[in-house]
């Protein structure tokens, strides 16, 4: 009959399995954050460096560039969006990850518990045994009529 550790670490293999599965989200929403504020600084860093362009001759191209300046500006603030949509999914997949590991860290702290007693009980199961053997052999044997006369 198996025992209980030996029962629960199916459940335990499972806890193992997903807390893994954690920490690989928790990697993938990191690396997409760090995507979304390096396309971030990117944005900044090309509108500062067309700000500073020289200024066009005409009425024509002074409109352009505002309007062009207008469309990063947008994409800068859809991009901040997105930066802040990457933290919530980082902190979801962290927060995931802490759950996961905390239950399968729990589960493997319980089986481990559970082996221990069952160590425990077969040691002194053993060292009754023992006891049981070293008990026998020390009893004398019953003396023989044959014994008596001698």
């Known amino acids: 009959m198996p025992s209980r550790a030996d029962r629960l670490q199916p459940v335990v293999d499972l806890a193992t399995e997903k807390a893994e599965d954690a920490t690989r989200a928790l990697a993938v929403q990191q690396r997409a954050l760090a995507d979304a504020e390096h396309q971030l600084t990117e944005l900044r860093r090309y509108r500062n460096e067309y700000a500073e362009m020289p200024n066009g001759i005409g009425v024509s191209a002074l409109l352009n560039r505002q309007q062009f300046l207008q469309k990063i500006d947008m994409a800068i603030v859809q991009q901040l969006g997105e930066v802040q949509r990457r ?13 996961a ?4 860290k729990a589960l493997d702290s319980v089986t481990t518990k559970y082996r221990e007693q069952e160590r425990k009980t077969q040691d002194r199961r ?22 008596l006369n001698e």
Request: proline share 8%; net charge neutral; no cysteine.
């Open 126 to 147: 053993e060292q009754e045994q023992a006891d049981e053997r070293s008990q026998h052999r020390r009893q004398p044997r019953p003396s023989t009529p044959t014994d």
């Open 87 to 99: 933290e919530r999914a980082l902190e979801r997949a962290r927060q995931d990850w802490t759950d």
């Open 101 to 104: 590991r905390g239950r399968a």
